[in-house]
């Protein structure tokens, strides 16, 4: 099954669970923050709430009308941001289960959606070649902030307290200074379809289409290193690193899952867990323990 000495890392390479449920392939899932609990979303229109530990659906979110790409989830558990096919970010009561807000605005499918480290503001992506910023105290529909610099889809993106960096089909990963407005960009030359932050923040993880994993140095924009040997060409697919930023992590379009030494690349271990293309990969925050999920319809939990 595995392959590769992880030179006695612990790595999560056992099945745990297996989250049977949604209809056709599950397009992302997501850690809560504090690793509890996640949330999946997919082509059958649906977010589901599981406690993956115990392999237990716990709850099912109905009101988008197309494919969910993207779900997020506060800090305190309360509120959900979702967003996919029908051009609409979706703001939840979590408890609930209700649609608090849809902000509208986005002129095509929405890739991506984060909240920010407040939760104050959602931040989407989308294949109008623009990044938006919504305001979820504000009964206003409209975006509060529009960054439409890219040239092509904007497929990811991640936040800090001061920045807004997203990745783009155009090639580019983008740095927003939302303070001084300032925006930095790194061209890689390869479509990127998903970025990922290294924990201690100083790098960022970009997957490109041309199969391979780029490592850039967030201060510098130097390319620190490639990570090779997965397919990925025609899939939004997720990658990471795991919580220690000793490995990296993604999957391929073949149902394999690797992870990559973060120093030398070298691959560490790869193993195939789905039968189909592996669309996302997320990392618990604190123990040895990944979510994977996949066109095949399951979302799986790892642990060593």
Not at 45 to 73: A, F, M, Q
Not at 111 to 126: L, M, Q
Not at 155 to 181: N, Y
Request: net charge neutral; with cysteine; aromatic share 8%.
């Amino acid at each position: 099954m595995a392959s590769g000495g992880s030179g006695g890392v612990e790595l999560p390479r056992k099945e745990a669970n297996v989250l049977k449920g949604h209809e056709g392939p599950v397009l992302a899932v997501r850690f809560n923050g504090d690793g509890n609990y996640c949330l999946s979303c997919g082509k059958d229109r649906t977010l589901r709430l599981w406690n993956p530990h115990r392999g237990i659906h716990i709850k099912t979110y109905k009101s988008h009308g197309r494919e969910i790409r993207d779900v997020h989830v506060t800090s305190d558990n309360a509120k959900l941001c979702s967003c996919g096919g029908d051009r609409q970010i979706f703001y939840w009561d979590v408890s609930t289960g209700r649609v608090i807000r849809k902000f509208r605005g986005h002129d095509s499918e929405v890739n991506a959606v984060k909240f920010n480290a407040y939760d104050s503001v959602v931040v989407s992506a989308g294949y109008d070649q623009s990044v938006r910023a919504w305001d979820c105290r504000s009964q206003s529909t409209e975006p509060i902030q529009i960054i439409d610099t890219f040239q092509d889809s904007v497929m990811s993106v991640c936040l800090t307290k001061t920045e807004i960096i997203a990745g783009s089909v155009d090639g580019t990963v983008r740095t927003f200074d939302i303070r001084i407005g300032r925006e930095l960009v790194d061209n890689l030359g390869q479509a990127v379809n998903c970025i990922s932050l290294s924990n201690d923040g100083n790098c960022v993880l970009a997957s490109c289409l041309d199969s391979t994993l780029r490592l850039l140095d967030r201060s510098t924009g130097e390319l620190l290193q490639e990570y090779k040997g997965h397919t990925c060409k025609s899939y939004k697919m997720d990658c990471c690193l795991t919580n220690t930023d000793a490995h990296v992590t993604g999957g391929s379009e073949d149902g394999t899952i690797f992870f990559w030494d973060l120093v030398d690349a070298s691959v560490v271990s790869s193993f195939k867990a789905h039968r189909s293309v592996v669309t996302s990969v997320n990392f618990h925050p604190k123990e040895c323990c990944m979510l994977t999920s996949s066109v095949d319809g399951t979302v799986r939990v790892w642990k060593p």
